[in-house]
């Protein structure tokens, strides 16, 4: 009997600790914040104009892609969420949704005048914020119209802030 292991206690609980505490670990970690950052995949929800310019972006001049950036059409596969420029009451409780789908970790990206302060509709009875609808914010992209030039920034931005990340709870 001495030489018999005896395990008491929660197992769930011990692997859901070790399993978190190997994640955390500084090669897999970099190596996992490497992986997120380079495959970054937004759902299809455009709001308005600047949806335009998301699509210049998107296109083979500037090819979203080679930052990592694919386009996909299920929220529940997605995992950044692309606000572009205006959006009304109507359509918020919709990215409301879409936000509430995306599996963790998630991340949004505001690009535009109108999501960050409103834009020429400022005073629009119809007009939110995503800070508003509770949806957090991770990069604001300001300009109207928006460049694809500044999307890429504002990726890279979004890509660097990933990478260094400190730890995740799982």
Same mark, same amino acid.
């Given at each position: 009997m001495t030489d018999q292991i005896l395990l008491i206690g929660n &197992? =769930?609980?011990?692997?859901?600790?070790?399993?978190q505490w190997l994640?955390?670990?500084?090669?897999?970690?970099?190596?996992?914040?490497w992986g997120i950052a380079f495959s970054l995949w937004p759902p299809h929800f455009t709001t308005s104009c600047c949806g335009a310019e998301f699509g210049a972006f998107? #296109? #083979?001049? @500037?090819?979203?892609? $080679? @930052?990592?950036? &694919?386009? @996909?059409?299920?929220?529940?596969?997605s995992n950044i969420l692309v606000i572009e420029g205006t959006m009304t009451r109507k359509m918020a409780r919709a990215a $409301?949704?879409?936000?509430? %789908?995306?599996?963790?970790?998630?991340?949004?990206?505001?690009?535009? #005048?109108?999501s960050l302060e409103g834009g020429i509709f400022w005073n629009s009875?119809?007009?939110?914020?995503?800070?508003e609808v509770g949806i957090p914010v991770d990069i604001?992209?300001?300009?109207?119209?928006?460049?694809?030039?500044?999307i890429a920034r504002g990726l890279l931005?979004? %890509? =660097?802030?990933? $990478?260094h990340q400190s730890t995740i709870k799982m």
């Open positions: &197992l =769930k609980e011990a692997a859901r600790k070790a399993a994640a955390n670990r500084k090669p897999i970690r970099d190596l996992r914040d998107a #296109a #083979a001049r @500037f090819d979203a892609e $080679r @930052f990592g950036m &694919l386009p @996909f059409s299920s929220s529940r596969q $409301r949704i879409v936000y509430e %789908q995306m599996p963790e970790p998630k991340y949004v990206m505001a690009i535009g #005048a109108c009875y119809n007009t939110v914020l995503p800070s604001y992209v300001p300009g109207c119209p928006i460049r694809p030039e500044a931005m979004l %890509q =660097k802030k990933i $990478r």
